[in-house]
């Protein structure tokens, strides 16, 4: 305490200790076993169970002290859920229950068998303070979800060579085409229904104008995604984002999505001047609500000197 008028000094003190040979090591993950028929048994009566798991913050980070299955050093050595998980879902499914699983995780998991395992699967990321409120809204109907993947699922770690270079071959999705949930897929609890779109030039660009109509019971949120290829970039990607537009719809509700395209929009590498600029000639305009070819409709436009 600190009287008016009177003045004190703080001294703080730091002490360092240096070991000479010494080596600590520090692991700060750790797997339990569990009784998966013990715990089943406690649901005895209980149809439908929601799992929340996935991985966590203390497990993947800059050279962190972790040291298991999947994780070394704070990376990741291989995409799957750990197998404390995997075979604990797998069990309640054997068990005949309904399985919502919630996957907590700050990167992309690989879930080919819990889509066998799983009847539903919430990714949930890293949610913070009022993520269970988040989470619970979603699976009891309150609020219709409409967020879509910022990354590429993939099925499996074998489907992502060791990265020996800088070559994005095979990765992303804009080089990859068998992914388990592609970059911009998400579902919703309505439906909705996209037109043919009309491109038409506008200030060194194109205009391009997409019908999307909610085709379904409730109303929700859409997010048309705009991809563009340059046909003639045999070396290039297979898509790259480059607009994307949110659209709240009542349901039966229609309406059409003006999206501009700037000459930027149509920027590609150019090996010849080893830089990116838009260059003449034919484009594929790829849009819909994924970048699964299965949800995109593609039209083609010129662009000149």
């Known amino acids: 305490q600190v009287k008016a008028g009177e003045e004190y000094r703080i001294e703080v003190r730091f002490a360092f ?47 962190m002290p972790v040291d298991i299955d999947g994780f070394k050093g704070g990376d990741r050595t291989n995409i799957e859920l750990p197998k404390v998980q995997r075979d604990f879902l797998r069990a309640l499914h054997e068990a005949g229950k309904t399985v919502v ?40 109907g309150t609020v219709n979800p409409s967020g879509k993947l910022p990354v590429t699922f993939y099925k499996r770690t ?12 095979g990765r992303t999705y804009r080089y990859f085409s068998d992914p388990l949930f592609a970059f911009g897929y998400g579902l919703s609890y309505t439906t909705f229904r996209f037109g043919r779109a009309r491109a038409e030039a506008a200030e060194g660009g194109y205009r391009l104008s997409v019908p999307l109509t909610n085709t379904g019971t409730r109303p929700g949120e859409e997010v048309v ?26 349901a039966g509700e229609s309406t059409t999505v003006e999206i501009p395209l700037s000459r930027k929009s149509f920027e590609c590498f150019d090996e010849s001047t080893n830089t990116m600029r838009t260059l003449p000639g034919d484009y594929e305009l790829m849009y819909g609500n994924s970048s699964r070819p299965e949800d995109l409709q593609t039209l083609t436009v010129s662009v000149v000197e």
Not at 107 to 135: F, H, K, N, R
């Open 225 to 250: 995604q705009v991809y563009i290829r340059r046909v003639a970039d045999a070396n290039g990607p297979l898509k790259s984002l480059r607009a994307f537009r949110r659209v709240a719809l009542k």
């Open 158 to 169: 074998d489907q992502l060579p060791d990265y020996e270079d800088y070559s994005m071959r």
């Open 101 to 140: 699983f919630v996957n907590c995780s700050g990167s992309a998991i690989a879930l080919e068998p819990e889509m066998e395992t799983c009847d539903a699967i919430l990714q949930a990321w890293y949610a913070g303070q009022e993520g269970g409120t988040a989470v619970s809204d979603v699976l009891f």
């Open 17 to 63: 200790v240096k070991t000479w040979g010494a080596n600590l090591k520090i692991n700060i993950g750790t797997e339990h076993p569990i009784d998966y028929q013990a715990i089943i048994r406690k649901l005895q009566g209980i149809r439908k169970v929601v799992f929340v798991g996935g991985i966590s913050a203390a497990l993947e980070g800059e050279e």
